[in-house]
């Protein structure tokens, strides 16, 4: 047993995703390089701490006074951002130790993904590492990003702030779906491209997570599990506080042979990966954008008693709603009469009998929306809301609302009075038109699709973790 | 046989498509109705033929003149648009008879889809117009877009130009996806919601759009077929001319259940639908949105002649593109020996040993990618190109690309050269950033999508249709 495994890993990777100061070491003033980005973002995204750069060959980087080596810094470094070609980093791992790091993220690559040398190398810098009781992400990554202290190493310049945390094992693709997710809304506590995973893996960073205050979702893109058991018993203890959702990248016999020489790892088999989900209440997905839809809805709303449906909205959004919650394995249980009944009085003349899914039929009074979501929330045999737009007319004043609704008496307060989630699907962009019916939503934080699938495979993510969490509590 | 079968459906519907003159029949000031909207988004939009608003009670809409009845228009009106109370209808047809127009588009709802009455009464304006010997869209359309005459009926206010037509049965859910569609970039040709097609059809509108020199791939959503071996008959041989690409609404017992309040029509048996498209070629789609990823690399690409594809990219990309194309059935050779001494030569020294999907490895020379994509390019085994961003470094100039590349080296140039066609998977936005890659791959109409399995999707859609056409043509 090495020195580091008597430290908890917890306790490790705070010092690595909450660091009070830390040093860049091969910082650059060139963007177009890790170095310059590794020093850059972190300054520009306003990181809390102290950053010092480190550069033996300049004096001063975005016009900040660098040090030669983390040795010659006057202040004591928490995390060492490592971005030196590989043939330094033995010498600058070293340099770490004396200097009393408590982290590390090594971004400098040439390591086990290329071959039988880098390997020996990478076991030489590991060893040094956990020698002397410290843990290190990568080599290989990509650099991570935590809220808490606005730690930012990656390409994307401002990260909206949220509760998902993302542990990726590729580092482009990790990037691109974080700034992919940022586009689309949806806010991050933690990311980590965890590279070569020479000292700290996805179940370290599980383990991490699950403890984590500021994470209330996590999202793994997975080539290959190390420790499989260890994988599953701490998946399943974190499942059982806040839900997993992973893809993973090598299910095909292609896709596998591409992580071979992606991460230096055989992807394991697909059917083992797969029986490890069900084990640990893991959600698997199989589109790489895929988990981050759910896990916004998995962060911002409720959780469903079961899987029954209902859908408000017009005739084709309904049928395709209705297909893909029926496709996925949810239920649409028809209304009662009393329900039919109440449903004829809100819906326009011209609107066809009320059924589940419900459509609203365009011309109808636009504040009769809310009334029907409201009576269908009521309703103890749904157990969730799929509404088409924000069910409030076009264009129509904040004052009109407030004259006609209590707020109350909004879609945005069905979640929070019913305890029933409620996510939309929505044009991407709705700008400039002053529809205060889509600023309301977002306000309140009700998820907003842009097609119907995305929507119902929200829902679906929902009632799935929720479902599990209520076999996890029986067993 | 009534007088309107004995004229060809594709003379009418020029008539609908490609009017002179069009009168807007219950035109209004408003835009939150139809008949609002009917008028200004063909004035706004510079429909380029004579326009002319119809409305009894006032005397201008938009600063243009009204005439009392269609009867009053001192021109010949080849396309009436017609958005009047139901009450109205029949009476207004009557007048459109007098007046001798080619065709109707008839926007009012509350027909066939509200009940028997309704039924009754769309039962008597199809008589009058067929009796005439002409044909309407609807009644119950949201309207009709048509790029040749820059004839605008829809929510979006400047559709992009392309040659895309769809035909939608839902006209939000129809006129949702237009503007979907026209924010990724897609181009369109012609739309229509088709309504409840009480005398033109789905098999209509194909077999117009088949023989229509401005579009070369068409989407429908379907929830019910009339006419089902008319509907095969006509799409076959519009496929093999150009493809047919299909979402069917209704497909689970739902959302069947939904269709016949919907569109007044129940949707038949999934499984016989699926019998047609294959019989027909037809390719089906099962999320709304993904036809329309299909139609833009049909549109813009050459057709591969196998489904023999490499992939070329970063790591995660590379992994979960090859799974998405090997689950979709294409197929990635593995490279012959020499072309991987080839790729050695070209890939940076720490890049894996090359493999089909090739990873190209970060902080390479920039300007290897081109290469790389044009040697694969020349394999006989190679029959399309997925890539990963444009091969081009980021935020270079068009200077260095030039100096360093000739036009026919660069990747942009391979479906003209090779015949083979090249889809990318980019992120959403670079806009601001100076990246001439991607400003390269829009201007060349390298169809470019954001996540890896919508890249393989849109591959798949150009192999299969290609199949498709390849099996046809030795029948």
């Not at 909450?18 to 020093?39: C, M, N, T």
């Not at 893996?201 to 793994?220: A, C, H, K, R």
């Not at 809100?346 to 979501?373: E, K, Q, R, S, Y």
Request: a neutral charge; charged letters at 20%; hydrophobic letters at 40%.
């Amino acid at each position: 047993m090495t020195k580091v495994m008597e430290r908890s890993v917890v306790k490790q990777l705070k010092h690595i995703f909450e660091p009070k100061s830390v040093a860049v070491i091969g910082a650059s003033g060139d963007l177009g390089k890790f170095g310059g980005r590794a020093f850059f973002l972190p300054l520009e995204t306003g990181y809390r701490g102290r950053l010092y750069p480190v550069n033996p060959t300049r004096s001063e980087v975005f016009g900040v006074k660098t040090y030669p080596s983390v040795l010659d810094i006057p202040d004591d470094i928490e995390l060492a951002i490592i971005a030196v070609p590989a043939p330094m980093v033995l010498n600058t791992m070293e340099e770490c130790i004396k200097k009393g790091v408590k982290g590390v993220v090594m971004i400098s690559a040439g390591f086990a993904e290329i071959g039988e040398e880098g390997k020996k190398l990478q076991d030489q810098v590991v060893k040094i590492a956990h020698d002397a009781g410290i843990r290190m992400v990568g080599p290989n990554s990509n650099g991570i990003y935590s809220s808490r202290v606005r730690l930012n190493l990656l390409y994307y310049r401002s990260p909206r702030l949220g509760s998902i945390s993302f542990i990726s094992q590729s580092g482009t693709l990790g990037g691109y779906l974080f700034e992919w997710a940022n586009s689309k809304g949806y806010g991050f506590s933690k990311f980590v491209s965890s590279g070569n995973q020479a000292s700290l893996n996805v179940s370290d960073y599980l383990e991490y997570l699950g403890q984590d205050p500021d994470t209330s979702v996590i999202v793994l893109y997975i080539e290959s599990v190390q420790e499989g058991h260890r994988f599953v018993e701490i998946a399943r203890s974190v499942v059982k506080k806040k839900p997993v959702i992973a893809f993973k990248g090598g299910r095909t016999a292609v896709g596998s042979r591409a992580t071979l020489s992606h991460t230096a790892s055989l992807a394991g088999s697909d059917e083992i990966f797969d029986a490890a989900c069900r084990q640990a209440g893991v959600i698997r997905c199989y589109e790489v954008t895929h988990p981050f839809d759910l896990a916004e809805a998995l962060a911002q709303q409720p959780l469903p008693k079961g899987k029954r449906v209902t859908i408000v909205g017009s005739g084709g959004q309904c049928v395709a709603t209705a297909d893909a919650c029926a496709s996925l394995g949810l239920e649409l249980p028809e209304f009662d009469a009393d329900t039919k009944r109440r449903l004829m009085e809100l819906l326009p003349p011209h609107a066809p009998v009320p059924t589940n899914p419900v459509d609203t039929a365009a011309g109808g009074d636009p504040m009769t929306g809310p009334l029907i979501v409201d009576l269908l929330a009521q309703l103890d045999y749904i157990d969730g809301i799929i509404t088409h737009g924000p069910m409030i007319g076009w264009g129509i004043t904040p004052e009109r609302i407030t004259s006609l609704l209590t707020e109350s008496e909004m879609v945005t307060s069905i979640p929070e009075k019913y305890g029933k989630p409620v996510v939309c699907t929505a044009a991407a962009r709705r700008q400039g038109r002053g529809d205060v019916g889509y600023d309301l939503y977002r306000h309140a934080r009700i998820p907003m699709y842009t097609t119907p699938e995305e929507s119902a495979r929200a829902m679906w993510g929902l009632m799935e973790y929720a479902e599990i969490r209520r076999k996890m509590d029986q067993s």
